[in-house]
């Protein structure tokens, strides 16, 4: 069985975080419902700081459930959420990103036309002189922005460009390196590849790699086991709002995170229910074994970091 150690970045997913080390978030029998509808049940989960967890599942399996909970867009309605070792209720997002936690969305709240800098500083304008002339301080904005930027490895030929201009990919690493910046000590990364090709994918990983050696703990949800096991250290695969696997790095290979996320049980279900469908050759289809191929995007690390 050989297993895809490729990473993102320099240094090389950590696994276990070393003993002692408090989570800075952590789930407890966590869970969620909408009235009468459970999303979310019984989830454990702790985030440590340097560390990628990967949180993983197929649609509607609580994905985004868990991350509102933890961004404080919804109160979790059971279990425990505690912010290092203290248990805590977020009412709002405002109120996590006071404690560390910030969210890049997959839609990513930026304003299209506005050139990279100004969205870097989007919501906490840099100003200067006293009231009431205080202008924004445009020399100042560009120049951080520039620097973090660069602290991240992210090089732009033109910080005045409008950020609509820039890639799928790119204005993700952006939206990474502003929270970077603005203090954030967990990074929770909704599906931040999923409408990326692979060359662009990973460039993103590698500054979730960054992002890590940084410091900060990343929440990276995604559908893509390879993805996932390019940058983590922890695997955790929901399934119907429930967590079916909870593993460090060293406890689980690509292929049986692959396995776990193809759903071999259900793959053979799906085959038998196809074969009484005339039309369909059910030999034809993959193995689930075929689907744990390592098929991983080519190495974020050949892009070389400047
Ligand atoms: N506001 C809501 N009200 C009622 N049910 C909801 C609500 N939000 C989510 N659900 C239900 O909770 C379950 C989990 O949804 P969730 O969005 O967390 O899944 P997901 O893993 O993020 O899926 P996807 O990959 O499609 O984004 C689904 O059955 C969904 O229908
Ligand atoms: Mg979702």
Not at 22 to 46: C, F, M, Q, T, W
Not at 118 to 138: M, Q
Not at 191 to 206: N, R
Not at 272 to 297: F, K, N
Request: net charge negative.
């Amino acid at each position: 069985m050989t297993t895809d150690n490729t990473t993102a970045h320099g240094a090389a997913p950590k696994d276990t975080p070393p003993e002692g080390d408090r989570p800075v978030v952590e789930l407890r029998g966590a869970g969620k419902s909408y009235g009468n509808i459970r999303a979310l049940h019984g989830v454990d989960l702790a985030v440590h700081s340097s560390r990628v967890t990967c949180v993983l599942g197929d649609n509607g399996a609580g994905k985004s459930t868990l991350i509102k909970i933890i961004s404080g867009l919804h109160q979790h309605t059971e279990g425990e959420f505690l912010v290092d070792g203290e248990p805590v209720r977020l009412s709002s997002p405002r109120e996590a990103l006071a404690k560390g936690i910030a969210t890049v969305y997959q839609d990513l709240a930026t304003v299209p036309l506005m050139p990279v800098w100004r969205n870097f500083f989007l919501g906490s304008e840099l100003t200067r002189g006293p009231w009431p002339v205080r202008r924004l301080d445009i020399a100042r904005m560009k120049k951080t922005a520039d620097e973090e930027l660069r602290n991240m490895g992210i090089v732009l030929d033109d910080l005045e460009q409008p950020i609509g201009t820039l890639s799928g990919g790119q204005r993700q690493c952006v939206a990474i390196a502003r929270a970077v910046h603005f203090g954030a000590r967990v990074l929770i990364l909704d599906e931040p590849t999923a409408a990326l090709g692979v060359k662009q994918s990973g460039v993103v990983l590698k500054y979730i790699a960054a992002a890590r050696d940084r410091g900060l703990g990343v929440i990276f949800i995604t559908h893509n086991p390879h993805h996932a096991y390019m940058v983590g250290d922890h695997f955790s695969v929901l399934r119907l709002g429930t967590l079916e696997l909870s593993a460090a790095r060293s406890e689980v290979t690509l292929e049986e995170l692959t396995n776990h996320m193809a759903g071999g049980a259900e793959l053979a279900a799906l085959k038998h229910e196809l074969s009484q469908v005339s039309g369909v050759d059910v030999e034809e289809l993959p193995q689930a074994e075929d689907l744990a191929a390592p098929t991983a995007p080519a190495p974020a690390s050949s892009e070389g970091k400047s």
